[in-house]
């Protein structure tokens, strides 16, 4: 994976403008420029570049940036580059990093640097989120930004000139509303920058006095990550695909639509890019996969999953196209061998404390399950291959379960997962 966005070369906040890390070169030295998820920059003057490992660089920005040993497992450098032959070397969030970890970390520099790499996901929409979420998350930011609010003072003014800097770009079009780009998409019409502003006055502050409360930003940044925590999505590595789109109109025009593909700890996400909603949502328990080589056929990762067709249960099969497949597939089967392996440790471990002194267990945080919230699945927007048996497409069956299609999945009596199989005479041909 060559950045926070996978290998995908998808824009981040530190690529906008196409730059090398590595400024110059001699006989022994170089001075490398590692980028900070708020677009900051760390130089490093590197002694014998070719031969310094990873995690000698690592240690080396840890020092510089004076930052906890949790730091170590918290962040990774990822290489950056949208044609992939000048990376920018970033350091950014370790995607095996887990939630519950995040959530016992104190440090404020540490909280800063998750913050921002958080916040530059939500704002660039690869968080696809609300519109209550984006008011939320939107007036942490304008705490940290503009401090605490202040009745009387004109805070709409200084929303308004820096709208961008609170919510995402597409909520934040000019002359048509705040929420217009929304309209057709089952959001609830918003009331503006108005909305903002009541998130805004709600945000709650520490006791102490007006300084003390200033300095302290930590639970701030605490608020963001955990607020972030309820996205399916959050520390995730996101991958460029194109998926197949339904057919329409009377010729059955399809064509393809472009996605990102997000893979975590949790599970894959495949989001519609242009329209910031999940299409397709599930957990390693829920899928099997596969990819196919561009030496067979054209790159594609395979999703398998339970479905149904008018009414009747099917496996269904999603083609993803992506010269990044082998990658997904590969990040996919690791994710799974590591969830295994934290699992006996995780269960063993306090639940983490959260901002209000409880302890949940990771598992048992609130879901967003808003009717026709932009993070619940789409499967009605997706054109998939749907089958009873390997190779045969169906309109109508009485289902028996069987055996998966692909035999990548989650060991046998850990996932929820099924394949559908027709009885001998419940096949209808069409």
């Known amino acids: 994976m060559d950045g926070p966005e996978g290998s995908t070369g998808q824009p981040g906040p530190a690529d906008r403008s196409h730059r090398s890390s590595v400024s110059s070169v001699g006989a022994r030295a170089a001075d490398v420029l590692v980028y900070l998820a708020d677009d900051s920059m760390v130089p490093l003057a590197v002694e014998n570049l070719p031969s310094l490992s990873a995690h000698e660089l690592h240690r080396a920005i840890r020092e510089v940036l004076q930052l906890p040993d949790i730091a170590l497992d918290a962040f990774a450098l990822w290489l950056v580059s ?5 990376p920018s070397l970033q350091f950014r969030r370790n995607v095996f990093f887990p939630k519950r970890r995040e959530l016992q970390i104190h440090d404020k520099e540490v909280l800063r640097l998750l913050y921002e790499e958080a916040k530059g996901n939500v704002l660039a929409a690869r968080y696809p989120c609300d519109v209550e979420d984006c008011e939320a998350l939107g007036a942490l930011v304008c705490r940290v930004q503009l401090g605490p609010y202040q009745p009387g003072q004109p805070a709409a003014c200084a929303l308004r000139e820096k709208l961008d800097s ?3 770009a597409h909520l934040c079009k000019r002359g048509h509303g705040l929420f217009a780009a ?6 609830k019409a918003g009331t503006g920058e108005q909305g903002l502003l009541n998130a805004y006055r709600r945000v709650q502050e520490a006791a102490g006095s007006d300084s003390e409360r200033e300095a302290a930003l930590s639970p701030h940044y605490r608020a963001y990550l955990l607020k972030c925590h309820e996205l399916p999505f959050y520390g995730c590595a996101f991958f ?8 329409q109109g009377f010729l ?3 064509g393809r639509k472009p996605v990102s593909v997000a893979i975590s700890l949790d599970g ?7 329209e910031k909603h999940v299409l397709l949502g599930l957990r390693f328990q829920e899928l099997s996969w596969d990819h196919t080589s561009p030496e067979e056929e054209e790159s594609v990762l395979w999703l398998e999953f339970d479905g149904d067709n008018e009414g009747t249960p099917v496996n269904k099969l999603l083609k993803i196209y992506s010269k990044q497949a082998e990658l997904m597939s590969s990040l996919i089967e690791y994710c799974i061998e590591l969830s295994q392996a934290a699992e006996p440790a995780a269960s063993q471990e306090a639940g983490p404390t959260s901002a209000s002194g409880s302890s949940p267990a990771p598992h048992q945080r609130p879901q967003l399950r808003r009717q026709g919230s932009v993070v619940c699945s789409r499967i009605q927007h997706l054109s998939t291959i749907d089958y009873v048996e390997e190779g045969e497409t169906i309109r109508r069956v009485k289902p028996k379960r069987s055996t998966s299609f692909f035999s990548r999945q989650l060991s046998l009596g850990q996932g929820s997962y099924t394949v559908v199989q027709p009885a001998a005479d419940s096949l209808e041909q069409g």
């Open 268 to 274: 894959v996400h495949v989001i519609d890019c242009r």
């Open 240 to 247: 460029h695909g194109e998926i197949d789109k339904p057919a």
């Open 82 to 86: 949208p044609l992939l032959d000048e």
């Open 252 to 254: 059955h025009r399809g």
């Open 166 to 168: 609170f919510l995402p």
């Open 182 to 187: 929304l309209r057709g998409r089952g959001a």
